[in-house]
């Protein structure tokens, strides 16, 4: 505000003539903020990495101007010139901010777009109706369902989701109250229910249960580069449908246990690559 009350706003935010859209996204960043502030009043001993938020003020001031972005460089060829003429890339570049902070700026705008509120209810209330099953009992299909389908939808946001889910609210015409009741309640399914908190927060933590060569054992060894990403992404699939994905945290014993399962997953899902020995090279 003070910036834009002094005229220096295109100093720190150069756009030329387009200033009015600058009021826009002072009220995306309020409105951001507030909900911010009402869903730390409601959880106070939340944790939050204080750059994180930095990156959501960012991401929700600029809202307007990378939305405006979109619409004008739908009729450009190639993805460099509709860098080249976005205003939103024009002010990032003109910020000087480190690659890596326009990268998670960016995830967060483009990850507030991914969500679907009906969807998202809809998980939420399937996570209710579940509720009463052990939540040991992580082969459940429906469970396992759930877990799948919300890393699926989560994973392209990357570590920025929750940032890029609040954003969503922000800009939704839900009531403050509902946004921070629908905000506690999907960050309990996916964290306290499915478990998938620290996969998600952590793009890096995902770690396959079988190495190449344990996976070359178990199938035939001419797998081809395209097939063997298949493979990979089915033992993905698996690990997070069955909670075994924080490797660090299970003794030896239960990790052989479920290589076992993995492994006659894997034969029986790819059978054009399974060996008569398979079983035996366990």
């Known amino acids: 505000k003070l910036l834009m009350a002094t005229n220096l706003i295109d100093v720190v935010f150069p756009l030329g003539r387009q200033k009015d859209i600058y009021l826009s996204g002072l009220e995306h960043l309020s409105r951001t903020q507030s909900l911010v502030t009402r869903i730390f009043l409601a959880s106070p001993n939340s944790n939050w990495d204080i750059s994180k938020r930095r990156f959501l003020w960012y991401a929700a001031f600029f809202k307007p101007i990378y939305e405006m972005s979109s619409l004008s460089s739908t009729g450009s060829n190639s993805k460099r010139s509709r860098r080249q003429e976005s205003p939103f890339y024009q002010l990032l570049d003109a910020l000087k901010r480190p690659k890596a902070d326009m990268q998670s700026i960016e995830s967060i705008l483009k990850g507030a777009d991914a969500f679907d509120f009906d969807a998202i209810q809809?998980?939420?209330?399937?996570?209710?109706?579940?509720?009463?099953?052990?939540?040991?009992?992580s082969q459940s299909n429906e469970l396992s369902e759930l877990r799948w389908t919300l890393y699926s939808t989560l994973k392209p946001i990357?570590?920025?989701?929750k940032e890029a889910f609040i954003l969503a609210l922000?800009?939704?015409?839900?009531?403050?109250?509902?946004?921070?009741?629908l905000?506690?309640?999907?960050?309990?399914?996916?964290e306290d229910q499915l478990r998938l908190g620290t996969i998600l927060f952590d793009e890096n933590k995902f770690k396959p249960l079988l190495n190449g060569s344990q996976i070359q054992k178990a199938l035939l060894?001419?797998?081809?580069g395209k097939s063997?990403?298949?493979i990979v992404n089915a033992i993905e699939e698996w690990q997070i449908?069955?909670?075994?994905?924080?490797?660090?945290t299970i003794g030896s014993d239960e990790r052989n246990k479920m290589q076992v399962q993995l492994i006659d997953y894997l034969v029986a899902t790819f059978p054009e690559y399974a060996t008569s020995t398979s079983t035996a090279t366990r």
Not at 122 to 137: P, R, T, Y
Not at 170 to 181: H, R
Not at 221 to 224: F, K, L, R, T
Not at 241 to 248: M, W
């Open 122 to 137: 809809s998980s939420i209330n399937s996570g209710a109706h579940l509720e009463d099953l052990s939540l040991q009992n």
């Open 158 to 161: 990357g570590s920025m989701w």
């Open 170 to 181: 922000a800009s939704s015409q839900k009531s403050l109250t509902e946004c921070v009741d």
């Open 183 to 190: 905000y506690n309640a999907f960050l309990s399914l996916i």
């Open 221 to 224: 060894g001419e797998i081809d």
């Open 228 to 230: 063997f990403k298949r």
């Open 241 to 248: 449908r069955n909670s075994c994905y924080d490797l660090d």
